[in-house]
C-alpha cells in the first residue's frame, strides 16, 4: 500500500506538470493509466485550503456529485468510458480550483481588502480578474477534456451533457453557497 502511495504521489506530480504543460496528452495518461490512488493527493491539497470539516464535506460531495451527473449523463449520449476514468479526470480538474483558493488567501494575506482606486489598486484587480479567468478557462478545458477522454465523446455529445450537467451543478453551487458553506460558488 506505501509503495502504490508513493508511486501515486510521483504520478500525481507529473500529472499536474503535464497539465500545465501539455494538458491533451497528459489527460490521454491520467484516463488511460491513471490509478484512484493519485486521488489522495488532491483530496490533501484539498483539505489544506478547505480546512473546516463541513467545507471539506460540502466540496466532497460537490466531486461526487459532478462525477455522478457526468457520468450519469455522458451514459445516456452514448459515452463509452468508465466511471473511474470520470472520476480520475474530475480529479486533476480540482488542480485549477485549489490554485484559486491558494491564490486568493495568499493575496488576502498580502493584499487585505479594503484596496483602493488608485492606479495601482485598479491594476491589481484587473491583474487578479485575468489569472482568475485564466484559471477558470484551464478548469473548462480539463472539463472538457475529462468528458472527452473519459466517456469517449465527441463535441456535439459533449455539449449536450455540458447543456444538461452545467445548470444542474450551477443550482447545486449556488444551494451551497446561498448555505454559506462558501463564500463563493464552489465547482
Do not use: H
Not at 466532497?60 to 468508465?82: C, E, K, N, S
Not at 486568493?104 to 491589481?124: D, E, K
Not at 487578479?128 to 465523446?153: C, D, E, I, Q
Request: aromatic share 16%; glycine share 10%.
Amino acid at each position: 500500500m506505501l509503495d502504490q502511495l508513493i508511486l501515486s504521489g510521483i504520478a500525481f506530480c507529473r500529472n499536474s506538470i503535464g497539465l500545465v504543460v501539455r494538458p491533451y496528452e497528459t489527460y490521454r495518461k491520467i484516463v488511460d493509466r491513471g490509478s484512484a490512488w493519485e486521488l489522495v493527493y488532491v483530496a490533501v491539497l484539498a483539505y489544506f485550503f478547505l480546512v473546516s470539516p463541513v467545507k471539506v464535506g460540502a466540496a466532497i460531495a460537490t466531486y461526487a456529485f459532478v462525477v455522478l451527473a457526468a457520468w450519469f449523463v455522458g451514459q445516456r449520449v452514448g459515452g463509452r468510458g468508465t466511471f473511474k476514468s470520470v472520476a480520475l479526470g474530475w480529479g486533476y480538474t480540482m488542480l485549477p480550483t485549489v490554485c484559486w483558493f491558494f491564490m486568493t488567501s495568499l493575496l488576502y494575506v498580502l493584499l487585505p481588502p479594503p484596496r483602493t482606486t488608485s492606479l495601482a489598486g485598479i491594476a491589481f484587480s484587473v491583474l487578479f480578474l485575468v489569472v482568475s479567468a485564466t484559471l477558470f478557462f484551464w478548469k473548462l478545458t480539463l472539463g472538457y477534456l475529462t468528458l472527452r477522454f473519459g466517456l469517449k465523446l465527441d463535441l456535439a455529445r459533449i455539449l449536450v451533457v455540458v447543456a444538461i450537467v452545467g445548470p444542474i451543478v450551477g443550482v447545486w453551487s449556488w444551494g451551497i453557497y446561498r448555505l454559506g458553506i462558501f463564500k463563493v460558488p464552489f465547482l
